[in-house]
């Protein structure tokens, strides 16, 4: 089985500042996949990225970036010079190497960016 | 090329009816998930289907809950003699034919409410 581990429940930044969101992947599978999603007040789902466990090569998208550490079964998202519009519930979630794809949430973290 | 597709986008059903929720995929997917999200939590996975089959529904509850996704048409979660229990945000995601894991994209949501 797997778990998926979010403990910020809530974070509260002001304009500008960097955030970073944690996100711990608990499974006895040697090969999975991670996923990151947002989700704004307006309600619908929005996938952000997918990381495959065999490459821990970090990754930036513009504002955002990923640093995966399959030592710590982490996978944390950062968000640069945070702005109103990044205010949403941002989900992380995984899945092992075959079976359904069924994907496994955390509870989410709430993040609220200030002006 | 239009995203899933979920109707209707709030449902109101009083105890004891019935509730039918719509869910088209993607244009060129075949894969069909249903998750629902309980207030203040993370969404969980309820069945995976691909055309005319059910291929993982250990997430649906074991009564009164039912889920196909024809040949012809949408993909459909049933719900019969709803209790308020019930009443929870329910979303459909869908995927391309599997080969190499592939993230799942998520349609707006049903909110189901039980009165």
């Known amino acids: 089985a797997q778990k998926v581990t979010q403990a910020q429940t809530e974070i509260s930044v002001v304009e500008k500042e960097d955030v970073t969101l944690d996100c711990v992947y608990e499974t006895r599978d040697t090969t999975y996949y991670l996923f990151w999603y947002k989700q704004p007040p307006s309600g619908e789902l929005v996938f952000l990225i997918r990381r495959n466990s065999f490459d821990e090569q970090n990754e930036i998208s513009g504002r955002y970036s990923w640093n995966f550490q399959k030592s710590t079964s982490s996978f944390n998202f950062t968000i640069t010079a945070s702005q109103v519009v990044d205010s949403a519930v941002y989900f992380c979630a995984g899945f092992p190497k075959g079976g359904s794809e069924k994907l496994v949430f955390g509870k989410g973290t709430k993040l609220t960016v200030n002006p | 090329n239009a995203g899933v597709m979920q109707n209707p986008r709030h449902l109101v059903r009083r105890r004891g009816q019935e509730a039918r929720l719509r869910c088209s995929p993607m244009?060129?997917?075949?894969?069909v998930y249903w998750y629902r999200q309980l207030p203040e939590e993370g969404l969980k996975f309820m069945v995976y289907?691909?055309?005319?089959?059910?291929?993982?529904e250990s997430g649906m509850p074991k009564e009164r809950f039912s889920a196909e996704f024809p040949k012809e048409g949408p993909s459909i979660l049933r719900i019969q003699q709803v209790v308020r229990g019930d009443s929870a945000a329910y979303f459909c995601?869908?995927?391309?034919?599997?080969?190499?894991?592939?993230?799942?994209?998520f349609g707006p949501g049903t909110r189901l409410t039980v009165l």
């Open positions: 995601a869908s995927s391309p034919p599997q080969g190499t894991p592939n993230e799942q994209f």
């Open positions: 289907l691909q055309k005319e089959n059910i291929i993982d």
């Open positions: 244009k060129g997917h075949s894969h």
